[in-house]
């Protein structure tokens, strides 16, 4: 059996599974489309078949074998090595396209080729960054009173470390550390060694403290969404406020708010400017990444704010692995992005 479109899904998020059958079946039906759902652990690459696939053709549904289809989007971020090596070894595949093959990416990198070909005056948006280093935390120590520690990865609990400047004595400098709730007062000459101990030599970077607004109890965070769909261009899906990167009580970790809200409690008179300047941002952005990187359809982005309302982004990855859309709403968002990846495959195995 042959099959054009196919999703790789989680093994282990039934939740989602679940609710992209629904989601699928109504795209199979309109658009006369087969749709297999499948796990990586369940591809022969050497036979190019799924050994195990969820077939959606119209009313019709259920478990069978099937050929790897010609376009196929992955929900997944993969860290066991023997996923990656088929992940590697799919997109290889001559008569294959994968979407969204990646979904976590080195955050250096991405600045990097933003703020390569971005123009001079919409860089603002990029802070001031470093990979980590003995020689880094020295300067920017030195250059800024506030400065942030950012995973170069994402990992399923993503924080931020906050470094601030408490004391200017140039013999005796000392910094708060603070990390969620957590904070330490050290000198400028342990400085290294006691970030060091925080991260486990683990990849992160540096970035500049712009001089974060508060909303509740944690510096405002806004993630953007930001898909392709049936026209094959980029569109924001949403943005929301999460507690998360610099969320600073355990209590209101992965609590989400209308962005709507918060921009009218903080900066009521700039609400459609600060939206606008986002939306575009990251249209934008994604339109610059696509100059590097090829077969992207999800994306999402973080932004933290100045007191003046001016957006900074601080993450960049792909198609995202919380649950932050779909405990949102009812899981209306989050259906409605499942809906776009889908309407995306379609418009590209059309255009075939």
């Not at 196919?6 to 795209?27: R, S, T, Y």
């Not at 170069?152 to 000392?174: A, F, G, H």
């Not at 989400?256 to 459609?272: H, I, Q």
């Amino acid at each position: 059996m042959e099959v054009e479109i196919g999703f790789i899904c989680h093994a282990n998020k039934d939740h989602w599974l679940e609710n992209i059958k629904h989601v699928m079946k109504d795209i199979s039906i309109r658009y006369n489309k087969k749709i297999v759902l499948f796990t990586i652990n369940n591809l022969n690459l050497d036979k190019n078949i799924i050994k195990k696939a969820y077939l959606i053709d119209g009313n019709k549904a259920g478990v069978t074998k099937t050929k790897i289809p010609s376009f196929i989007y992955n929900c997944v971020t993969h860290s066991k090595p023997s996923s990656i090596k088929k992940m590697r070894q799919l997109r290889m595949l001559k008569d294959t396209q994968v979407i969204n093959p990646v979904n976590r990416f080195y955050q250096h990198m991405l600045f990097e080729m933003i703020a390569s070909i971005m123009r001079s005056k919409d860089k603002d948006v990029i802070l001031p960054f470093e990979t980590i280093s003995k020689v880094s935390v020295k300067e920017f120590a030195k250059k800024y009173d506030s400065f942030f520690l950012l995973p170069q990865r994402s990992t399923k609990e993503c924080r931020m470390i906050s470094i601030s400047k408490v004391s200017s004595y140039k013999k005796n400098q000392e910094f708060e550390i603070a990390f969620g709730y957590k904070k330490q007062i050290i000198t400028k000459d342990s400085l290294f060694l006691e970030i060091n101990k925080i991260i486990r030599s683990r990849n992160y970077i540096l970035l500049k403290n712009p001089g974060t607004v508060n909303w509740g109890f944690s510096p405002l965070e806004v993630r953007g969404y930001i898909q392709k769909g049936i026209t094959g261009e980029w569109s924001v899906a949403d943005f929301i406020v999460k507690k998360e990167l610099l969320s600073k009580d355990t209590l209101y970790d992965k609590e989400t708010s209308s962005l709507a809200d918060a921009l009218l409690d903080l900066f009521p008179e700039k609400v459609n400017k600060i939206k606008s300047q986002i939306h575009q941002t990251a249209i934008n952005i994604n339109k610059l990444l696509d100059c590097y990187i090829a077969n992207r359809g999800s994306c999402f982005i973080d932004f933290i704010f100045d007191a003046q309302g001016n957006p900074y982004v601080v993450r960049i990855d792909g198609f995202e692995q919380d649950d932050y859309l779909y405990e949102l709403d009812e899981g209306r968002l989050w259906k409605e992005s499942i809906k776009n990846a889908g309407l995306y495959l379609v418009y590209l195995s059309d255009k075939e």
